[in-house]
């Protein structure tokens, strides 16, 4: 029974670099959760995906960085040209869809650490 | 502006000493409030999620608790394995599920 599973577990990129993301859901989970969590800070809401859509992705940078949760396959987080301030835990966490809108709780990943050099 | 606040940052117990855990929140509709257990270097676990004032959850030595302002998480006669960091968040009625406003967290350290 695996859980959200994210790799890689640790990245380094050199500044100017494209970081890639990954993220496989619980196995009958169709929705998908990024969150960055910085040094010294809470975890922020970046973007909400279902299947082959964006739900909201009001808390992801307006350049930079892009998301997506293909048909088949994990969902991906995509940071291009990274800087050094894009350090920090990225978290995946997948839910259930509940039709009568009793809210299914997420359950996250173990992040990946993106390091910035 | 929506906002989560935790308190204590850190809080220290000898194994055995209870004690509680607060988040106070400020939003502009409260659809659910969510407590979460992060281990150093991993992800956050799910606990509980408390959706109206009054409403008390309970789980092994843990039990959280909801007002119209903030929550508590109360541990009972605390075990070292019980050290970690609490986080709590809401989710706002009107937005996206599971779109969680977290707090920074209480760190949690059980002493034998």
């Known amino acids: 029974n695996a859980g959200v599973m994210q790799n890689p577990r640790h990245l380094v990129r050199r500044r100017g670099q494209e970081a890639r993301l990954r993220c496989s859901p619980v196995?009958?989970?169709?929705?998908v959760y990024w969150y960055r969590q910085l040094p010294e800070e809470g975890l922020k809401f970046m973007v909400y995906?279902?299947?082959?859509?964006?739900?909201?992705e009001s808390g992801m940078p307006k350049e930079r960085f892009s998301a997506e949760f293909p048909k088949e396959g994990p969902s991906i987080l995509r940071i291009q040209q990274v800087v050094r301030g894009d350090s920090a835990a990225y978290f995946c966490?997948?839910?259930?869809?509940?039709?009568?809108?009793?809210?299914?709780?997420?359950?996250f990943g173990q992040g990946t650490r993106l390091t910035v050099v | 502006e929506d906002q989560v606040t935790q308190s204590p940052e850190a809080l220290r117990l000898q194994e055995g000493e209870s004690s509680s855990l607060n988040c106070s929140y400020t939003?502009?509709?409260?659809?659910?409030l969510f407590w979460y257990r992060q281990d150093p270097g991993k992800g956050p676990e799910f606990l509980f999620t408390?959706?109206?004032a009054g409403e008390e959850k309970e789980k092994e030595r843990l039990k959280a608790t909801l007002t119209k302002k903030e929550s508590f998480l109360h541990i009972t006669a605390p075990k070292p394995e019980d050290s970690a960091t609490y986080l709590c968040?809401?989710?706002?009625?009107?937005?996206?599920?599971?779109?969680?406003?977290f707090g920074t967290g209480t760190l949690l350290a059980v002493q034998p």
């Open positions: 966490a997948s839910s259930l869809w509940d039709s009568s809108y009793l809210h299914t709780e997420a359950f």
């Open positions: 196995k009958g989970h169709s929705h």
């Open positions: 995906l279902q299947k082959e859509n964006i739900i909201d």
């Open positions: 939003v502009s509709g409260l659809r659910g």
């Open positions: 408390l959706y109206s």
């Open positions: 968040a809401v989710e706002k009625e009107g937005g996206a599920t599971n779109k969680l406003i």
